[in-house]
């Protein structure tokens, strides 16, 4: 019997290693979900950017393709936030929506996607309707590809709804092995490593492509055998050094002016695996100090094409370390002296106030007891950008893939990637415990997400400080000189009533014991619990 499109979609997806599928149905996308086979796992999420968000999460943890499916172009309008954060996280994404029936489609009828190839865009790398429903396994085949090739990213396939009871031209769809991995010009890497030999005071800038290449050991290497210093790129999502190295400095401002300034006394500076730069707020000044030059790696050539100074080299960003690692001289062996931020990867400083004589704790004083309470071995999520600075004080990342935060700054990745993590934690046996630190604002943005961690029964532990303000803009109305802005109090917010609206444990805790307490009984729960903590509010700095 002739197989019919989906089921020839299917297969391949099975070669592919793509059976989970997160997603939030609609009626243009039960044809394809239609007889869903038993050895795949649907994910379901209230939303479709948290199904975006924790399909990302997964593919980070899992190191490979994940898919996601949407409702038609309301879907995708829908998921478009943390499509922009996937892309900007460079994660390898298929997201499919459903379209009308193709009959229909001249007359743009109700519920349907008019331009979905123009729709997602910027923020996805391909994006295709395929032109006959023949065509849909082969379209599959190359999103995949598209998907994974340097730099990685999401892709988007629109299905009209009446594809996938058509017969299949073949009973197999044709599987490609592509590559991941971009080599560098040997010759170019050679003047960039004689350049760093040849400097009197070089100094490292690390990004997130080396955490996501599995790169810690091999960028410790390299900078231990040159013995100079190493900053995180301004507002990484992956920590690419540990933070409590001799060699760590923290992480660079993502304002031009500041940035420049932490450089000065450097003639070199190396950047593997971020941008050159990522800057906000505006603050005038020099892209870099006068007499410093700039040398940048990057996977991506619109990241170098893009970049306002400095010289570049197209590498994967381990492949490059690794390359420099063998061709640079060692250093002297006196440790340098390094200047280390005590806010370590993030881009200000704390807030300069204290608990002292208060009924609320601090969030410096919330975020030491919740490191004294979690495990060695915790996975932390952060979505709370009024407390930065707080937390990478009081819980320095030492760990590879021990941290996730989201490329974008558009709030409503953190909740719903929990799920995405805690699922990859089960799936790959790892099992370390997962704590998301979410702000009471940050969490409104995608608070169905904690759903899908009840229905899945996730032991994901929710913290939730709660200042009842935005105070991150609060700060930028300082920056920016804007006083008596609207809607920067968000008071009223219940968060137990919430939490257990969604199927979840709810707990208020207000001393640093309450909150030890909740935590310890939240690590032995199977479900996720979610922990409100009422926490001093602050405004911090942002440069």
């Not at 796992?41 to 950017?49: D, G, N």
């Not at 001249?106 to 349907?112: C, E, G, Y």
């Not at 999401?154 to 058509?166: A, E, G, N, Q, Y």
Request: negative net charge; charged residues 20%.
């Amino acid at each position: 019997m002739q197989k019919n499109i989906r089921q020839v979609t299917f297969d391949l997806l099975r070669k592919l290693d793509i059976t989970t599928i997160f997603g939030n149905p609609g009626s243009t996308e039960e044809t394809f979900l239609k007889e869903f086979p038993a050895d795949f796992r649907y994910i379901q999420t209230l939303h479709e950017a948290s199904a975006v968000a924790a399909a990302d999460a997964y593919a980070q943890s899992m190191r490979k393709v994940a898919m996601v499916n949407v409702h038609t172009s309301a879907g995708l309008s829908n998921a478009m936030s943390n499509i922009l954060t996937a892309y900007m996280n460079r994660t390898p994404l298929i997201i499919t929506a459903g379209n009308q029936t193709r009959e229909m489609l001249l007359m743009d009828p109700w519920l349907s996607n008019i331009e979905p190839e123009t729709l997602p865009k910027p923020w996805v790398k391909w994006s295709c309707q395929p032109v006959r429903a023949e065509d849909v396994p082969a379209a599959f085949m190359r999103a995949y590809a598209m998907a994974l090739q340097p730099p990685a990213g999401p892709v988007f396939l629109s299905i009209p709804l009446d594809d996938w009871d058509k017969p299949a031209l073949q009973e197999q769809a044709v599987v490609r092995s592509v590559p991941q991995r971009i080599g560098y010009d040997p010759q170019r890497l050679k003047a960039f490593a004689d350049a760093i030999t040849a400097a009197k005071n070089p100094v490292l800038i690390y990004g997130s492509a080396i955490a996501r290449g599995q790169g810690w050991e091999t960028g410790i290497a390299l900078a231990e055998k040159l013995n100079i210093p190493v900053w995180a790129a301004p507002s990484s999502e992956r920590p690419p050094f540990p933070e409590t190295h001799p060699l760590y400095a923290g992480g660079l401002p993502f304002a031009i002016k500041p940035l420049s300034e932490k450089l000065e006394g450097h003639d070199l500076a190396v950047v593997i695996g971020a941008p050159v730069f990522r800057y906000y707020p505006y603050v005038a000044g020099s892209y870099i100090p006068e007499g410093l030059r700039l040398l940048h790696i990057s996977d991506d050539p619109l990241e170098i094409g893009r970049a306002p100074v400095g010289d570049g080299l197209l590498s994967d960003a381990v492949l490059a370390l690794e390359g420099l690692a063998d061709l640079v001289s060692a250093k002297e062996k006196q440790p340098p002296v390094i200047g280390k931020q005590a806010h370590n990867m993030a881009a200000h400083p704390p807030v300069a106030t204290s608990a002292a004589n208060s009924d609320s704790l601090s969030a410096a004083e919330l975020f030491r007891t919740l490191r004294e309470v979690s495990p060695r071995d915790t996975i932390l999520i952060e979505e709370s950008p009024s407390n930065l600075a707080e937390l990478h004080r009081e819980w320095p990342i030492e760990a590879p893939d021990s941290f996730y935060t989201f490329a974008s700054g558009s709030l409503g990745w953190g909740l719903p990637a929990s799920v995405g993590i805690a699922l990859g934690e089960k799936d790959s046996g790892r099992n370390r415990p997962v704590l998301a630190i979410i702000g009471d604002g940050s969490m409104q943005y995608s608070i169905q997400g904690l759903w899908s961690a009840a229905r899945q029964q996730l032991p994901i532990v929710y913290v939730i400080p709660k200042n009842n303000e935005y105070a991150i803009l609060k700060s930028f109305a300082l920056l920016e000189e804007t006083p008596g802005v609207p809607g920067l109090d968000i008071p009223g917010l219940d968060i137990m009533a919430l939490a257990k609206g969604y199927g979840c444990c709810a707990v208020h805790a207000e001393t640093a014991e309450q909150v030890k307490t909740a935590c310890q009984e939240a690590f032995g729960r199977q479900g996720p619990t979610v922990i409100e903590v009422p926490i001093l509010p602050a405004i911090p700095p942002l440069i």
